[in-house]
């Protein structure tokens, strides 16, 4: 029918969240952090890390922005496992297993992994994050 948009597929939906999660690894990896806030829901974010649950978008930035000024650079970042689950047109979780290695201002090289969870909401036609929630292995 004329003038009437299609709904997307699961896989049109998997490939845009998966666009916007390289975007939001891109942010990450060069420490811009007003790139990286553009991927949140601002108004409307949850966050759990190391079993503490955050209820605001502004306590999550204010953990995130008291981490940036002590990290020089990420030697690598990579993502080992990355899936999405489609919930419906309009909401999917990714979940990932990630490997990072960082090099701090005082010189010393930190190794990390884990997993992670996002929940991913398209608002008109921006996917944005609603949730995260890491942990640590």
């Known amino acids: 029918m004329l003038g009437c948009a299609s709904n997307p597929t699961a896989e049109e939906t998997k490939a845009e969240v998966l666009l916007q999660f390289n975007g939001l690894v891109d942010a990450v990896e060069s420490l811009d952090a007003q790139a990286y806030y553009g991927f949140f829901d601002q108004s409307n974010f949850t966050a759990q890390f190391g079993g503490v649950t955050l209820d605001s978008f502004a306590d999550f930035k204010t953990i995130y922005d008291s ?64 949730h995260v929630a890491a942990s640590t292995g």
């Open 67 to 130: 981490y940036l000024p002590s990290l020089q650079g990420y030697l690598s970042l990579d993502f080992p496992v990355v899936e999405v689950r489609v919930i419906n047109e309009s909401s999917a979780v990714l979940i990932n297993e990630y490997l990072e290695v960082v090099l701090t201002v005082s010189g010393d090289t930190l190794r990390n992994s884990g997993s992670g969870t996002q929940v991913w909401k398209k608002t008109g036609r921006e996917w944005k994050l609603v």
